[in-house]
């Protein structure tokens, strides 16, 4: 199966800081997905990308299709934004045997 | 505005005890999927169902059955649970099965324990 590897595993900043969270993947996607888990499990999609950059608030994704790479970036990061973040590629081809996850971001951000 | 619904957020079951999870979405999504996250593992696809009454299995279907009678209801089953299937399960629904150009919904997870 195709790998999605992330880094760090895990990641403790002060409030305010600006956070990159890094995703690397081994072959062709077809789809690059961010998404983010809260304490208590439920998991949320940040988002959905092929190309180039998405902006959401104060998040930002951005994909380099060359290098077979994804950034999470947090501007101004914030307490509420302590969760998991997770990556998942979907893989040319691949169904839903195809997604393949990274194990997540365990993320803390201290006031 | 509660899109894909779990019925249990804990659930303890006893060794040998036959388990059922169920998930229900509001989305009028084709498919569906059991997942199971673990601690340094990730989430790993159990089974998922692309239509009324199919099924495919996903890398770590042993153990588990699933039953999609109706498009909204995808139900998980262990058939004798074990103390390996101590974990937190996530059911989600997508327009796609590969979630290409479209994303996951998530339920809000079931945290069981096999005692």
């Known amino acids: 199966k195709n790998e999605v590897e992330q880094s760090p595993q895990n990641l403790t900043a002060q409030e305010g800081e600006f956070i990159t969270i890094n995703c690397s993947y081994s072959v062709g996607i077809s789809a690059l997905h961010w998404l983010q888990q809260h304490p208590g499990g439920g998991i949320v999609s940040l988002f959905m990308l092929s190309s180039g950059k998405k902006k959401h608030g104060r998040l930002i994704a951005t994909i380099n299709i060359q290098e077979k790479h994804s950034s999470l970036h947090i501007t101004a990061s914030h307490p509420r934004d302590s969760a998991v973040y997770i990556c998942a590629a979907t893989y040319s081809g691949g169904g839903a045997d195809g997604l393949t996850f990274g194990k997540g971001t365990h993320l803390i951000i201290q006031p | 505005d509660v899109k894909v619904t779990q019925s249990s957020r804990y659930l303890v079951k006893r060794t040998g005890e036959k388990v059922f999870l169920e998930c229900v979405q509001d989305m009028d999504h084709e498919n569906m999927f059991w997942y199971r996250q673990d601690p340094g593992l990730g989430l790993r696809l159990i089974y998922f169902s692309y239509d009324v009454k199919m099924k495919e299995k996903g890398d770590i279907p042993e153990g588990y059955s699933v039953s999609r009678e109706k498009k909204e209801r995808f139900s998980l089953i262990l058939e004798s649970a074990s103390t390996n299937q101590t974990s937190m399960y996530l059911c989600?629904?997508?327009?796609?099965?590969?979630?290409?150009?479209?994303?996951?919904?998530f339920g809000q997870g079931t945290r069981l324990t096999v005692v």
């Open positions: 989600a629904s997508s327009l796609s099965t590969g979630w290409v150009n479209t994303e996951a919904f």
